[in-house]
Antibody, heavy 118, light 111 residues
Framework: EVQLVQSGAEVKKPGESLKISCKASGYSFTSYWIGWVRQMPGKGLEWMGV????????RYRPSFQGRVTISVDKSIDTAYLQWNSLQASDTAIYFCARGPNLNWFDPWGQGTLVTVSS | QSALTQPPSASGSPGQSVTISCTGT?????????VAWYQQHPDEAPKLIIYEVSVRPPGVPDRFSGSKSGNTASLTVSGLQAEDEADYYCSSYAGRNNFGVFGGGTKLTVL
C-alpha cells in the first residue's frame, strides 16, 4: 500500500526553526514527485513547492521561495519541509503528497498542524 | 499566479446532480489537459477524485465526472449522497515555473 506518513503536530514560538517530515512507503521513492501544500485555518489549499527525489530537482512557488526549504533523504525515503524562522502567519496544516508528474497528486499524507504562537 | 475561480458553495438534494465550475486562463486550465479535482472532508487530507480532466482513479464512484471547455473545467456529482458533502478543490498544471495552482474551493452541501 502506498502511504505517506507525516510527523506530529508542533507548537513553536516566533523566530524558532522547524523541520517536519513525510515518510514514504510502498513505492519507489525516487520515481515520484513530492509536493507540499499549506492550508491555513479555515482556508483553501496552496502549493508551496515540489521536489523530485531522484535528482533533487526542487521548485518553489514565488511566495514561498526563501521562506522554506524542501529536501529529501533518499536513504530513508523521507521528504522534509523546513523553516529557519517561523512567524505567526505560518500557523497552518501542512500536507505532503505524491505525484507521478506535476499534474496530479495521490495519495496525500495525513497533514501536520504547525502552531506558531508567543 | 492567481488561484483558479470556483464558486464558494454549491448544494443539492440526495439523488440530484450538482456541477462545480473551475475557471482559469489559457496559461493553466485552457492550456493543458491537466485539471485535477480533490475532495476534502472536515479534518481529513484531500483525496484525488479526478485527474487529467476526466479520469477517475480506481475506487472513485462513477457518480463523479469531469469535463473541460476552454478555460473552464467542471466537476459533476450525480446521484448525490450524504457522504459527498465536503469541500472540493480544482487544480491545474500551469507550466514548469508555476507547476500547479488550486482553485479557492467549493463547499458542497447535501440538503
Amino acid at each position: 500500500e502506498v502511504q505517506l506518513v507525516q510527523s506530529g503536530a508542533e507548537v513553536k514560538k516566533p523566530g524558532e526553526s522547524l523541520k517536519i517530515s513525510c515518510k514514504a512507503s510502498g513505492y519507489s521513492f525516487t520515481s515520484y514527485w513530492i509536493g507540499w501544500v499549506r492550508q491555513m485555518p479555515g482556508k483553501g489549499l496552496e502549493w508551496m513547492g515540489v521536489i523530485y527525489p531522484g535528482d533533487s530537482d526542487t521548485r518553489y512557488r514565488p511566495s514561498f521561495q526563501g521562506r522554506v526549504t524542501i529536501s529529501v533523504d533518499k536513504s530513508i525515503d523521507t521528504a522534509y519541509l523546513q523553516w529557519n524562522s517561523l512567524q505567526a502567519s505560518d500557523t497552518a496544516i501542512y500536507f505532503c503528497a505524491r505525484g507521478p508528474n506535476l499534474n496530479w497528486f495521490d495519495p496525500w499524507g495525513q497533514g501536520t498542524l504547525v502552531t506558531v504562537s508567543s | 499566479q492567481s488561484a483558479l475561480t470556483q464558486p464558494p458553495s454549491a448544494s443539492g438534494s440526495p439523488g440530484q446532480s450538482v456541477t462545480i465550475s473551475c475557471t482559469g486562463t489559457s496559461s493553466d486550465v485552457g492550456g493543458f489537459d491537466y485539471v485535477a479535482w480533490y475532495q476534502q472532508h472536515p479534518d481529513e487530507a484531500p483525496k484525488l477524485i479526478i485527474y487529467e480532466v476526466s479520469v477517475r482513479p480506481p475506487g472513485v464512484p462513477d457518480r463523479f465526472s469531469g469535463s473541460k471547455s476552454g478555460n473552464t473545467a467542471s466537476l459533476t456529482v450525480s446521484g448525490l449522497q450524504a457522504e459527498d458533502e465536503a469541500d472540493y478543490y480544482c487544480s491545474s498544471y500551469a507550466g514548469r515555473n508555476n507547476f500547479g495552482v488550486f482553485g479557492g474551493g467549493t463547499k458542497l452541501t447535501v440538503l
